[in-house]
């Protein structure tokens, strides 16, 4: 039994017992960036990209059968970081949320994106890993997402050493285009200390949801990979892999590439990006041996970086055995249980349909930090809509496969025509069975740590499980990435459709995860309630500004 075994306990129970460090305070005056700094790196814009009207949340989520046959290129890459990761608009609406007060100053202006985040913090730092099929010079590249660019980190055709990583069994298309996810800790850490592997785990799979959603919608496969060559990886992107993880290699089919086109595994001549001192752009071509590295460095703007022990055994722990990809069915005994048929069976009608297409649906997301309003209460088909989606988000593919990990429980409280109690969520009947009787929200707000939201003002309050523990049994400790991964996704997947059906939509960890346990009769299954997703009709006539810049 591995180290993640005591942390995920150590996750369930910190609403009773505090994880250490319990006397952090995070020093926001010396908080990193949102985002790695390579000053001095080339880079270049990418170019805008339309997106159909036809591309809805609906074939985006796979409710609407589409083929997935497309190929990627450059404008299509490029909308899906900017509508994923980039910077759409700023946001300054009157809210509950704590950090409301330094809003309107603009070093500490909240700038929305399309993908949620825990903290508000996106950690996730992307790379695009180009060999010769690409529309540029190959080479490794990273997403700048403030400025909706590609920073060039390295000149040369490294994608051999991808394609090395990944092994044998990788998912996805033969390729030599790859974007390679990393995540930086302390851009995390420094406020959520050892806590801070849950959330950005979870921020993961959030990202990769995303880009399946987007992709799906237009007729492309988004396949993420979560086993490989972590070291390798690391390696080549020039990262110390206590400090990065590298959690996720998503290969993409891109267009106009020949069977020939999957990059090379011979010694390369590679131009790398100069160190900031050189009076050089970039150093003259040299021919060397793969493996190659990124020697640019990160410029950190925090003057003092702490490490936490609990984050530096997860990063240890999660990434020894990388290259052990699950087997085909080897997640089958960490499945979701399905619903229990003694209790019972409440019928929905057919979900609100998701007309909306993926991007606008992504651009209008926010997280509604109290302004819930129970005087309207959410229609049943709305319901429907978002509980499919949640399903959806709980198989994230790749090489995971396609088993459902997650299971959903909902808490009703102001659902039309429905009676307030807590249900269990029937994916295959599209049903709810009541596992209890009575108006939640009194529990609902005990259990909550934060003052941001008034819980039982929600129209509901939806709760995906994972069995954690059996997952890691199945897959060993890397297994607990996956774990978070699938409910970041289902949290997105909740996210955007919320959004599409006109709901407003917050997402939480701040509860006593144990309450839950024992609230929803959990204690014999081995589900662990992981996080709190609230839909419901928001205030009307807000204080709200937006200002959109994509």
Not at 285 to 290: D, E, F, L, N
């Amino acid at each position: 039994m591995g180290y993640a075994h005591e942390y995920a306990t150590a996750i369930m129970h910190r609403g009773r017992v505090p994880m250490d460090p319990t006397d952090h305070v995070p020093n926001w005056q010396d908080g990193p960036r949102k985002a790695k700094f390579y000053p001095g790196a080339d880079s270049f814009p990418l170019p805008d990209a339309p997106y159909p009207a036809d591309a809805t949340l609906d074939r985006g989520l796979c409710t609407e059968p589409a083929p997935r046959e497309g190929e990627f290129d450059l404008p299509t890459l490029s909308g899906m970081l900017r509508d994923s990761y980039g910077l759409t608009g700023r946001r300054l609406g009157v809210q509950a949320n704590t950090d409301l007060s330094a809003l309107p100053f603009y070093p500490l202006a909240n700038w929305s994106r399309g993908t949620a985040s825990g903290g508000g913090l996106y950690p996730v730092g992307i790379h695009w890993v180009s060999g010769p099929s690409g529309p540029v010079p190959p080479g490794v590249h990273y997403y700048s997402t403030r400025h909706h660019a590609m920073q060039r980190l390295l000149t040369g055709d490294v994608s051999g050493e991808v394609r090395t990583a990944l092994g044998e069994g990788a998912p996805g298309p033969a390729t030599d285009q790859y974007l390679v996810l990393g995540i930086k800790y302390w851009q995390n850490s420094f406020k959520y200390n050892s806590f801070s592997f849950h959330a950005v785990s979870m921020d993961l799979g959030a990202c990769v949801q995303t880009w399946r959603m987007w992709a799906a919608a237009r007729g492309l496969a988004v396949e993420p990979a979560l086993w490989f060559d972590e070291e390798r990886l690391a390696a080549l992107l020039g990262v110390d892999p206590a400090e990065e993880g590298i959690f996720a290699v998503v290969p993409l089919k891109w267009a106009g590439s020949g069977a020939g086109s999957h990059g090379s595994e011979a010694p390369v001549a590679v131009r790398r990006a100069a160190p900031v001192s050189a009076s050089v752009r970039l150093a003259a071509p040299v021919s060397v041996s793969v493996p190659v590295s990124v020697r640019r460095k990160d410029i950190e703007r925090s003057r003092t970086v702490l490490t936490f022990d609990a984050l530096l055994r997860m990063q240890a722990a999660t990434s020894a055995d990388a290259t052990a990809r699950p087997a085909p069915g080897a997640l089958a005994p960490a499945a979701a249980h399905p619903v229990d048929p003694a209790g019972t069976e409440v019928e929905l009608p057919p979900a609100r349909p998701l007309e909306t297409d993926v991007r606008t649906a992504l651009r209008d997301r926010r997280s509604s930090f109290g302004r819930f309003d129970a005087q309207q209460p959410v229609t049943r088909p709305q319901l429907a809509a978002c509980l499919a989606a949640a399903a959806a988000g709980s198989r994230l593919g790749g090489d995971t496969g396609d088993v459902r990990l997650a299971k959903l429980y909902a808490f009703v409280s102001h659902v039309e025509g429905l009676a307030p109690g807590s249900y269990a969520y029937d994916p295959e009947r599209r049903s709810l069975w009541r596992v209890k009787e009575g108006r939640p929200g009194e529990f609902l707000q005990k259990n909550y740590f934060l003052s941001n939201y008034n819980l039982e003002q929600a129209g509901a309050v939806l709760v995906p499980t994972v069995r954690t523990t059996a997952v890691l049994d199945a897959v060993g400790d890397r297994g607990y990435r996956l774990v978070n991964a699938t409910i970041g996704a289902v949290a997105q997947s909740v996210y955007t459709a919320a959004s599409a059906v006109d709901l407003g939509c917050g997402v939480a960890l701040g509860f006593d995860n144990i309450s839950y346990i024992e609230e929803l009769g959990l204690e014999g299954t081995g589900e662990a309630p992981l996080l709190i997703m609230m839909i419901g009709n928001e205030r009307p006539a807000p204080a709200d500004f937006r200002y959109e810049i994509a």
